[in-house]
Nanobody
Framework: QVQLVESGGGLVQPGGSLRLSCAAAGFPFSRHAMRWYRQGPGKEREFVALISSTSTVIYADSAKGRFTISRDNAKNTVYLQMNSLKPDDTAVYYC????????WGQGTQVTVSS
């Protein structure tokens, strides 16, 4: 059974930083690509970043240059370092394993506001 637990969200001022974590269980984590999505208020869920099993990364245009996705296979955890945050980054952030598209965690709320 796939389990995903996101953490690290919070309230941050514009220009600030946060590091999100996603602890995974129930599947061979190191073999699978992982991705972050987000869903802002009144918006569709949207792709943010992906990291392959070999640590190739892909970013949405909105994340390029500001966000960094990484993984620690020893800890079965994927991270999202978010810098230069903007109010438009306000959303619930979710992680997901590409091979298990219907399994999602509860998400972690990120609010960017002064």
């Amino acid at each position: 059974q796939v389990q995903l637990v996101e953490s690290g969200g919070g309230l941050v001022q514009p220009g600030g930083s946060l590091r999100l974590s996603c602890a995974a269980a129930g599947f061979p984590f190191s073999r699978h690509a992982m991705r972050w999505y987000r869903q802002g208020p009144g918006k569709e869920r949207e792709f943010v970043a992906l990291i392959s099993s070999t640590s190739t990364v892909i970013y949405a245009d909105s994340a390029k240059g500001r966000f960094t996705i990484s993984r620690d296979n020893a800890k079965n955890t994927v991270y999202l370092q978010m810098n230069s945050l903007k109010p438009d980054d306000t959303a619930v952030y979710y992680c997901n394993a590409v091979a298990f598209p219907r399994d999602w965690g509860q998400g972690t709320q990120v609010t960017v506001s002064s």
